[in-house]
């Protein structure tokens, strides 16, 4: 499948998306008080990313797609051998806040701006570890389709992908994951105003379209990668920490 041919639809404009996100105080709120389950996925991260390095016993390069202000992963690689970091994002706000905090990455950065979809083939280099965090779920199938296949160009040998994405439960459908997630959210998401969640959910209810695990297993494995090993998945199933290394 060609680039050209994914890229068909004229109504693929990420300006939504950016939007969104350069309203970085809304978002950062969100992430702080743990609404998107940040810090067990992080927790879950870094305990297969000690494991990986233990058996691979080396440094390691890092591809952050959709990295936002990188605090996720900076948490993740502070202090550890790091080789190389590499941040991709849309938004201009997050960028010059991944600025700041990848600071504390002993080791070269490089932040980029652009869309991953667009940009990741033109990337220089193989890197052993990419990590796209609720990113993917923004891309229509088709789009995801042809993306493991330019994901699988990029790892490294031994390397790997990880992905923390809304997922579906088996045989759900988008609509129903979104009524769900809408009722949880207006439920339990207490530190925000009705109007702060409205906002939320007017991004998510139009810009969001998660697969089931089977879905993306397929996509996968089609391109070359096992099956995910699930790291993590949160206690309501709206969100995994997914594992796709090389078959």
Not at 30 to 54: F, G
Not at 184 to 201: D, F, N, P, Q
Not at 226 to 234: H, S, T, W
Request: aromatic share 12%; charged share 25%.
């Amino acid at each position: 499948m060609e680039l050209q041919d994914v890229m068909k639809r004229s109504d693929r404009d990420a300006a939504d998306v950016r939007e969104f996100f350069n309203g970085w105080s809304l978002y950062r709120r969100i992430v702080d008080h743990d609404y998107l389950y940040h810090r067990s996925a992080r927790e879950a991260l870094t305990a297969w990313l000690d494991a990986w390095v233990k058996d691979a016993n080396r440094s390691f390069s890092f591809l952050d797609l959709g990295c936002g202000d990188a605090a996720f992963s900076t948490g993740v690689l502070k202090g550890r051998n790091v080789a190389a970091y590499t941040g991709m994002d849309l938004s201009p706000v997050a960028l010059d806040l991944a600025r700041e905090n990848t600071a504390e990455i002993a080791a070269p950065v490089a932040l980029m701006p652009g869309d991953f979809m667009l940009e990741i083939g033109k990337l220089p280099a193989a890197y052993d570890i990419v990590y796209i965090g609720l990113s993917l779920h923004h891309l229509s199938r088709q789009e995801k389709e042809y993306f493991f296949s330019e994901l699988r160009r990029k790892i490294a040998p031994g390397g790997a992908v990880l992905i923390f994405d809304p997922v579906l439960t088996p045989g759900e459908s988008r609509e129903s994951y979104m009524g769900r997630w809408v009722d949880y959210a207006e439920w339990s998401w207490k530190a925000l105003s009705v109007e702060e969640i409205a906002g939320a959910v007017q991004h998510v209810t139009s810009s969001d379209f998660p697969e089931e695990v089977a879905t993306l297993n397929r996509m996968a494995v089609g391109s070359g990668f096992r099956p995910a090993e699930i790291l993590f998945m949160d206690h309501t199933d709206f969100y995994a920490l997914m594992a796709f290394q090389l078959a």
